[in-house]
């Protein structure tokens, strides 16, 4: 269980975090480089995520959604298991294969030439 004070030190990070990344500028590319795009120049699962957050923190939901389609897919999922894994802890488990499956699955998915539209997208400009 996360104290009280461990969580008011991660909400604190959350949001500088949060705060960089709404006024940090896209369109010149990554805010933070990824590593394996940089060594494979393949996108990974998480390729635009940080496009993505701050898209919806600019509420352009629809720039979110081509930055990282898992943006409106891992996090709900995210917080499921975080309100149910201590009740349902076998529910938890398969939460945690599911996000997994699903992770790997667009990964795989956004590099193969037929679903090039999974890749990051800028639609617009900041």
Do not use: H
């Amino acid at each position: 269980m996360v104290s009280k004070k461990e969580l008011k030190i991660i909400s604190l990070a959350g949001l500088i975090l949060a705060i960089y990344v709404y006024f940090s500028d896209y369109t010149n590319g990554p805010i933070l480089p990824c590593i394996f795009n940089k060594i494979t120049k393949l996108y990974c699962p998480g390729c635009g995520m940080t496009r993505a957050i701050n898209s919806i923190l600019r509420l352009r939901f629809y720039q979110a959604l081509r930055f990282n389609s898992l943006i409106f897919i891992i996090p709900p999922l995210m917080v499921l298991y975080f309100l149910t894994y201590k009740k349902y802890k076998n529910f938890g488990k398969i939460l945690i294969v599911l996000m997994i499956i699903i992770s790997l699955g667009y990964g795989i998915l956004r590099n193969i030439p037929s679903f090039g539209f999974l890749a990051p997208t800028i639609v617009w400009k900041l």
